[in-house]
């Protein structure tokens, strides 16, 4: 593999890669064998396979050589292929970043008011994560209800008429609402035992739900023994678990407030002025405002990111040592974050979750020794 790279200004950089027939018939050869797919069957999944190499590429790869280059890659990556990925020809892909300029120098504030540091919304976010807990352990039962809300069932009657004639009837249907973004569901959302609900109306025909019964999800009361059994980060009392959630939303609360505070006392300074190339990198998507008022939000959102990155990263590069105390509340924060978002098996981005939290934690780790904040 051959590797050029285009040091584009001082804070962004691109990297042209080339793969040799033999480099690439050994990535898919690598692919299939790891992912236990016969050459029978790789012609069958020809879109798989490559959407797997490029993954392989991009991830494994590409990353492995950007870790060895003289600067410092900052957020996303862009991939540009300039030939087809396939096993039989050789591939020349560029790789483009936004860097950490060499020269760079950031004023840090003397010291942050401890005011700003209050925390909002902690009751709402314990309220949120023990009902998330309880679900996921089955600690709740469903109970007749009057009026539907997100995640009921209902029990409907369908039918499809025309005028006053039913042309059929299917009775004794069920929907579950936990996914209100499905236009079906959001319909039986407020309705209630007898509500007559259109479903749809093409050519004279309407279709039409009878709601017959609602039960609502409801959750156990937090006793001392449910928790006891949900395990949670060793707590053993419903007042432990309380205090747990608030201390873990706190803690992550605390370095999200830091870093945004950081970021703007940056950005007013107006030491650091992010060039063109930067902007463009994060202009070119689909997700790019076209109105202007949008646009120019989301482009001081941009500017603001890029400032923590930067931050983040000075003070890692100098400043590598983390307490242990620390280091606990980050994992704690993992087991609170995957189950808050309902995502218990997220094994697979354990390592990414806590290297990433570990730098922006240094930075707090950082201002509290410096006596720049005292909490």
């Known amino acids: 593999m051959k590797v050029k790279q285009n040091y584009v200004s001082s804070q ?6 080339t793969f040799s ?14 992912h236990g797919i016969s050459d029978k069957e790789a012609k069958k999944q020809k879109k798989y396979i490559v959407e797997v190499v490029m993954e392989k590429i991009e991830e494994e790869i590409i990353e492995e050589e950007l870790a060895k280059l003289d600067v410092v890659p900052i957020g996303n990556r862009r991939f540009r292929y300039l030939t087809e990925v396939a096993a039989t020809s050789p591939l020349l892909v560029i790789c483009q970043f936004c860097i950490l300029p060499s020269d760079i120098q950031i004023k840090m504030p003397t010291k942050i008011p401890k005011e700003i540091f209050q925390i909002h ?25 009057e009026i539907a809300e997100q995640g009921s069932i209902v029990k409907y009657d369908l039918a499809y008429t025309r005028e006053d004639f039913v042309i059929s009837e299917i009775n004794d249907q069920e ?9 079906d569901r959001a319909l039986f959302l407020k309705a209630k035992v007898g509500s007559v609900i259109i479903l749809d109306e093409d050519e004279n025909v309407t279709v039409k739900a009878t709601v017959k019964s609602i039960r609502n999800l409801v959750v156990n009361k937090l006793s001392n023994e449910i928790v006891k059994n949900l395990n949670f980060l060793n707590t053993k009392t419903v007042s432990e678990f309380r205090n747990k959630i608030k201390d873990i939303f706190t803690f992550s609360s605390t370095v999200v407030i830091l870093l945004n505070f950081l970021a703007d006392f940056v ?28 646009l120019n939000q989301y482009i001081n959102e941009i500017k603001k990111e890029m400032i923590k990155e930067y931050i983040i990263w000075i ?4 400043y590598t040592d983390l307490d242990n105390e620390y280091m606990n509340k980050i994992i704690e924060e993992y087991e609170f974050d995957k189950i808050l978002f309902n995502n218990p098996m997220r094994i697979d981005g354990y390592q990414e979750f806590i290297t990433r939290h570990s730098y922006e934690v240094r930075v707090l780790q950082y201002c509290l020794e410096k006596k720049i904040i005292e909490l």
């Open 267 to 294: 950005l007013q300074t107006g030491e650091i002025v992010l060039d063109d190339y930067v902007i463009k990198h994060f202009l070119d998507n689909d997700i790019v405002p076209k109105n202007k008022k949008d």
């Open 175 to 183: 929907i579950s609402l936990d996914d209100i973004e499905q236009p």
């Open 121 to 145: 919304y902690a009751d709402e976010v314990l309220k949120d994560f023990t009902r998330q807990i309880l679900i996921l352990n089955d600690e709740y039962e469903y109970k007749d209800a």
């Open 21 to 34: 027939v033999s480099e690439m018939n050994d990535i898919f050869e690598e692919v299939l064998t790891s």
């Open 12 to 17: 962004y950089h691109q990297v042209y890669f």
């Open 315 to 318: 003070i890692n590069l100098n």
